[in-house]
């Protein structure tokens, strides 16, 4: 049969063909990025440029051009990010937008490798284990092989799990892992590489992938699969990612592959808000973007509409010291606002009392303490401070907490769905038979050896293995894993069933078991949601809610508190008034961040997010008499604010009140001379 090809339609849109007013709502730069059509495109947005706004109206735009939603790929970091835009973009356009494929790179690889694992030699149903599952694998393995025995120190689970997912995620070899960053344990490299090819083996025979397969089995299967990886890309009409700046190597190859058909690619982030290469971001993705596709649009974002003016002068003068950067100079139509201030503290104890005194007088002003924050490089570097607000009944919080699917209570919990799903999950079958009491490590492997050969639980109790003292307790646990196998029971009601059994060991085994119970609640009432075990499965552990973070005194009921962050963990946030402590070289820069060009731009970086979090006034402070082990010491303040213009940043000094003179009955004692 003759074929006629005919042509796209490439006569364009204009504004009279659109139902939203995209020229009326976007500024010249937004709408650029807004209205690009086909091809690749770079967007370059500065902090508080209104990135998200660009993406929202984006996927409005292309939608109402015609484009398929289940066509358009959106990327991003949080599957909360994903939800937000596509909320927005409903909010703005209408539902299509919800029929958007979307969520974060392992989320959406998961997908992948659920419909295609078979080629891979995985199961379908294979289980995802989170950090904490993979630091007990790594524990296991590492006393299997006696390397705890060693006469040389041997690196602990932490390490290891670093050592292997820094060499997956930054395409290095365990050498080079360990000669640059654990030069110490370079005497243990053959057995460091034994430790990570057994752990490959190990997962692979329990049909389990961590966080790193994800993204490396769906590499593989793409490159390796002419006809898978030409089905998902031909799906992928448009290619959108939000902060490329956080992808890593094997993320940057995805995007690629992804977008490998149409070639339609818009990567939106700020080179200079890179500031995760202790993740495995790569700086220089975003950087060579354009040279990975020639023929890309670069467009800059720099009108701010958070800061005032002084804040971002402050801002562009730190960046100006940035070895490796594309050219901006963020500009607010705000009004200039006060100069940001740099506050010299005798030592630590002076710099919390000025932190905890400026909360209450901003308080007195009736500004909410949620809209004041504290960001510091390291979680240490808020102890005292701490200790202060106690002291004043300074109600905060501190955020870098524990995810609600890693606590202890939940993940026992979810275990008992795992062992469903995946029966050949050894990691979920230690947990559950060790929470039977009578069952140690080593009667915990001898079941699983039996559950591994015979395929099931039904005649384990008459195997000859099984003692008489925890005889009944196992026949509980096996009778409720056969009640919540089968499809005719819902994920919600299988839970329940699980808590049912689970309550009373929550009981014995947690001294704060009542807000564990709390915890169980809750879990019930976020699975009625699903209807899937593997669903659950797989969203707890890509998608994690964070655990309630706790301050140190409730304060009034109807106070919100002062928020305490890492800098790291402030990223995309923003407060009217925000302090920057501990601004001292040797911490921001970090004193290991001195030998490399591109680790000290990355320090560099790090204090460009924090100043950008500012809507209002910002304050540096740096204490001059630090303490340490070995007593005390002078300090320098950061290299990066040392130089900047009085003019910029505006010094401020601490003068301790003078008591006032004494009056004609003043009852007060003097003290001798």
Not at 22 to 43: C, I, K
Not at 505 to 515: A, S
Not at 516 to 544: A, M, W
Not at 624 to 637: D, R
Request: glycine share 4%; aromatic share 8%.
């Amino acid at each position: 049969m003759k074929k006629f090809v005919l042509r796209r339609d490439d006569t364009g849109h204009t504004a009279a063909d659109f139902t939203i007013p995209y020229a009326d709502l976007l500024n010249e730069q937004q709408l650029e990025a807004v209205m690009f059509d086909r091809g690749a495109a770079l967007v370059i947005a500065g902090a508080g440029t209104g990135k998200t706004r660009t993406l929202v109206y984006r996927v409005s735009r292309l939608i109402e051009s015609g484009a398929d939603p289940s066509s358009i790929l959106l990327l991003t970091f949080t599957r909360r990010a994903s939800r937000e835009m596509l909320d927005r973009a409903s909010a703005i356009l209408d539902a299509r937008c919800h029929r958007i494929r979307g969520g974060t790179f392992h989320y959406y690889c998961n997908t992948i490798l659920h419909r295609y694992s078979t080629r891979l030699g995985f199961p379908e149903n294979f289980t995802i284990i989170d950090t904490s599952d993979a630091l007990d694998v790594l524990q296991l393995l590492r006393t299997e092989l006696k390397f705890n025995k060693l006469s040389q120190r041997f690196p602990n689970k932490n390490t290891l799990l670093s050592i292997i997912s820094t060499a997956v995620n930054r395409r290095m070899t365990l050498h080079e892992v360990v000669d640059s960053r654990f030069e110490q344990f370079l005497v243990h490299i053959e057995r460091i590489e034994q430790l990570a090819e057994v752990y490959s083996r190990y997962k692979h025979q329990n049909k389990v992938m961590d966080f790193d397969d994800l993204l490396v089995y769906t590499l593989k299967l793409l490159q390796t699969d002419a006809d898978v990886r030409n089905d998902v890309a031909a799906a992928n009409r448009y290619v959108l990612v939000d902060e490329y700046q956080d992808t890593n190597a094997l993320q940057a190859d995805l995007v690629n592959l992804f977008s490998s058909v149409h070639r339609n690619v818009m990567a939106v982030g700020d080179d200079a808000q890179s500031i995760y290469a202790f993740r495995g971001a790569d700086h220089r993705n975003i950087m060579q973007f354009p040279g990975i596709y020639p023929e890309t649009k670069i467009i800059t974002l720099e009108q701010n509409y958070r800061s005032v003016g002084n804040v971002l002068t402050l801002a562009n003068n730190v960046l100006e010291h940035a070895k490796q950067k594309y050219e901006k100079k963020l500009f607010t139509q705000r009004e200039e606002g006060e100069l940001p201030a740099l506050v010299r503290a005798s030592d630590e104890r002076e710099q919390s009392r000025f932190i905890a005194q400026m909360v209450l007088n901003l308080r007195e002003q009736e500004l909410s303490l949620n809209d004041v924050a504290v960001l510091f490089r390291n979680s240490r570097d808020s102890f005292d401070l701490e200790i202060e607000l106690g002291k004043r009944k300074i109600p905060y919080v501190k955020y870098g907490g524990q995810k609600f699917s890693e606590a202890a209570h939940i993940k026992d919990v979810l275990a008992h769905l795992r062992v469903v799903v995946n029966m050949d999950d050894a990691i979920a079958w230690n947990r559950i038979l060790t929470l039977v009491e009578g069952i140690g490590p080593k009667t915990a492997g001898e079941l699983i050896d039996w559950i591994n050969i015979n395929r099931n639980t039904d005649q384990i109790l008459e195997s000859g293995i099984i003692s008489g003292k925890y005889r009944e307790n196992l026949s509980k646990l096996f009778a409720l894993l056969h009640s919540i196998r089968g499809d005719d029971i819902s994920p919600a009601e299988a839970v329940d069933r699980i808590l049912a059994y689970y309550k009373p060991v929550c009981e014995k085994k947690f001294d704060d078991y009542p807000k564990r119970l709390k915890d169980l609640e809750s879990f019930s009432g976020i699975c009625i949601n699903f209807t899937r075990y593997q669903q659950i499965l797989d969203d707890l552990v890509l998608d994690p809610i964070e655990a309630t973070v706790v301050g140190s005194e409730p304060g009034k009921k109807d106070e919100e508190p002062l928020v305490l962050s890492t800098i790291h963990s402030a990223k995309g946030l923003e407060w009217e008034h925000v302090f920057i402590i501990q601004c001292l070289d040797g911490v921001i820069p970090s004193g290991y961040a001195l030998e490399l060009d591109e680790d000290l731009d990355e320090e560099l970086r790090l204090l460009y997010v924090a100043v950008t979090r500012a809507r209002e006034q910002l304050y540096i402070t740096y204490p001059v008499l630090q303490q340490s082990v070995y007593g005390e010491f002078f300090t320098k303040p950061s290299r990066f604010i040392d130089t900047i213009s009085d003019k910029i940043l505006e010094p401020w000094m601490l003068v301790e009140e003078k008591e006032p003179p004494m009056l004609p009955g003043d009852d007060r004692k003097m003290l001798p001379e």
